[in-house]
Nanobody, 123 residues
Framework: QVQLVETGGGLVQAGGSLRLSCSASARTFSSYTMGWFRQAPGKERDFVAGISYYGGSTYYGDFVKGRFTISRDNAKNTVYLQMNSLKPEDTAVYYC????????????????WGQGTQITVSS
């Protein structure tokens, strides 16, 4: 398992941008698939974005494709989520996750989770 801490959440107006960071404590960080999920009150936890072990492959949920970008810096043990053109419906708690399954979009296939960071988008 990997210890994960998310930062960068906050309040932003519709159309604005935020950048989330997820810092990991692991000796073999580069061997993990990394992903971002989000969960709004009363809603299921939804897949947002994923990235392969060395950053060569990225994939996104349909509702954020073209607006969000995931990246990673294995030398810094950090994964990022750049969020542009934010909408009120993006309001949720965003979670960083680590796992061993390639191109996974299923929360149960990730075995390490951060505590989440709140994103609130005002209209």
């Amino acid at each position: 398992q990997v210890q994960l801490v998310e930062t960068g959440g906050g309040l932003v107006q519709a159309g604005g941008s935020l950048r989330l960071s997820c810092s990991a404590s692991a000796r073999t960080f580069s061997s993990y698939t990394m992903g971002w999920f989000r969960q709004a009150p009363g809603k299921e936890r939804d897949f947002v974005a994923g990235i392969s072990y060395y950053g060569g492959s990225t994939y996104y949920g349909d509702f954020v494709k073209g607006r969000f970008t995931i990246s990673r810096d294995n030398a810094k043990n950090t994964v990022y989520l750049q969020m542009n053109s934010l909408k009120p419906e993006d309001t949720a708690v965003y979670y960083c996750a680590a796992g061993a399954v390639l191109r996974s979009v299923v929360a149960d296939q990730y075995n390490s989770w951060g505590q989440g960071t709140q994103i609130t988008v005002s209209s």
